[in-house]
């Protein structure tokens, strides 16, 4: 069964710095998203992203957060420089292969970010 | 601002036993109401979708219902394994364009052997 894919598992970076996390959506899919859970929180709602330009985002994601879709292929959120806050659990999903808004969301494993 | 809560955070009850997990949310103007299961340090697998005109949803030994008049949703687990042990979150969707899930803080259940 097709399947979201993100990378890497674990990425530990030190405050300050740049860090990109990479996804491969559902081929086909047309709508993504970006979520973060923080530990023991809510899965909360970033971004979502249709037809190569974000449209929707919630307040947490700020100037430091930016979305990118490379290629045909990738699906990538960058944080311009880290903060210790940003520490969390982040999910890429996807949906809509038909570009039906009322599709499932699938999600993938996610990504561990910690920041020292 | 929708508001999504479930109710109990944690349960934890005999193997076999058929069990309910609530859900509830604020604003009744969804477009579809999804469940997830999250196990430990892993993502989240959607279970059931429940759009906004149906009252019920099946998968295997879960059945999804959705009584939006009230705000609730229920999923009812029938004879309980012991890798039915997760967090089951859920998660509604408000937005008529590519908006994002509103989640709640999910159930944590354990299925004693």
């Known amino acids: 069964e097709p399947e979201v894919t993100q990378t890497p598992s674990h990425q530990v970076t030190q405050m300050g710095q740049e860090v990109i996390l990479r996804c491969v959506p559902i081929?086909?899919?047309?709508?993504f998203y970006w979520y973060r859970q923080i530990l023991g929180q809510k899965v909360e709602f970033l971004v979502s992203?249709?037809?190569?330009?974000?449209?929707?985002k919630s307040e947490i994601f700020d100037d430091q957060f930016s979305v990118e879709r490379p290629d045909g292929s990738n699906f990538t959120l960058k944080i311009r420089s880290t903060k210790l806050e940003d520490s969390a659990m982040y999910f890429c999903?996807?949906?809509?292969?038909?570009?039906?808004?009322?599709?499932?969301?699938?999600f993938g494993d996610g990504t561990r970010l910690s920041i020292l | 601002k929708q508001e999504v809560t479930q109710i109990p955070a944690a349960l934890s009850v005999p193997e076999g036993e058929n069990l309910v997990l609530n859900c509830s949310f604020t604003?009744?103007?969804?477009?579809?109401l999804q469940w997830f299961r999250q196990d430990p340090g892993k993502g989240l697998t959607s279970l059931l979708l429940?759009?906004?005109?149906?009252r019920e949803q099946t998968s295997g030994r879960l059945n999804a219902s959705l009584d939006k008049s009230s705000g609730r949703s229920t999923l009812y687990i029938a004879a309980s394994q012991p890798g039915d042990s997760a967090t089951y979150l859920c998660?509604?969707?408000?937005?008529?364009?590519?908006?994002?899930?509103?989640f709640g803080k999910g159930t944590h259940l354990i299925i004693q052997p």
């Open positions: 999903a996807s949906s809509g292969r038909t570009g039906n808004s009322n599709q499932p969301q699938h």
């Open positions: 081929s086909n899919h047309l709508y």
């Open positions: 992203f249709y037809n190569n330009e974000i449209s929707e």
């Open positions: 604003d009744s103007a969804i477009y579809n």
């Open positions: 429940i759009q906004s005109s149906q």
């Open positions: 998660a509604s969707y408000s937005g008529g364009g590519a908006d994002g899930l509103t």
